[in-house]
Nanobody, 126 residues
Framework: QVQLVESGGGSVQTGGSLRLSCVASGYTFSGDWMGWFRQAPGKEREGVAAMHTSVPDTWYTDTVKGRFTISRDNAKNTLLLQMDSLKPEDTGMYYC???????????????????WGQGTQVTVSS
């Protein structure tokens, strides 16, 4: 049974940094996709960053390019999201997701993913 558990959220001021972690159990990174999504109150869940676990293929939504970095620690079976230069509009619940397929048509679409964590809250104040 695949389980994804996020951590690392918190409250920071504009310009601050946070590092999110997602530990996967019942599942080993291999030839599939993992991603980070976020959902602000009253808004739809949107893709923030995604990566293939076996080949160099990463995706970022335009609003976070140059500020966020997705990576993984295979030894710890952990997906990471380094978030720098945070802005108030980055506020939301951040979710880790996994999909056990080699190819996705839209890696930043939530409809592509079948496995989800419970989320970790990120709040950025001005």
């Amino acid at each position: 049974q695949v389980q994804l558990v996020e951590s690392g959220g918190g409250s920071v001021q504009t310009g601050g940094s946070l590092r999110l972690s997602c530990v996967a159990s019942g599942y080993t990174f291999s030839g599939d996709w993992m991603g980070w999504f976020r959902q602000a109150p009253g808004k739809e869940r949107e893709g923030v960053a995604a990566m293939h676990t076996s080949v160099p293929d990463t995706w970022y939504t335009d609003t976070v390019k140059g500020r966020f970095t997705i990576s993984r620690d295979n030894a710890k079976n952990t997906l990471l999201l380094q978030m720098d230069s945070l802005k108030p509009e980055d506020t939301g619940m951040y979710y880790c997701a996994a999909e056990r397929r080699w190819s996705l048509r839209k890696p930043l679409s939530r409809n592509e993913y079948n496995y989800w964590g419970q989320g970790t809250q990120v709040t950025v104040s001005s």
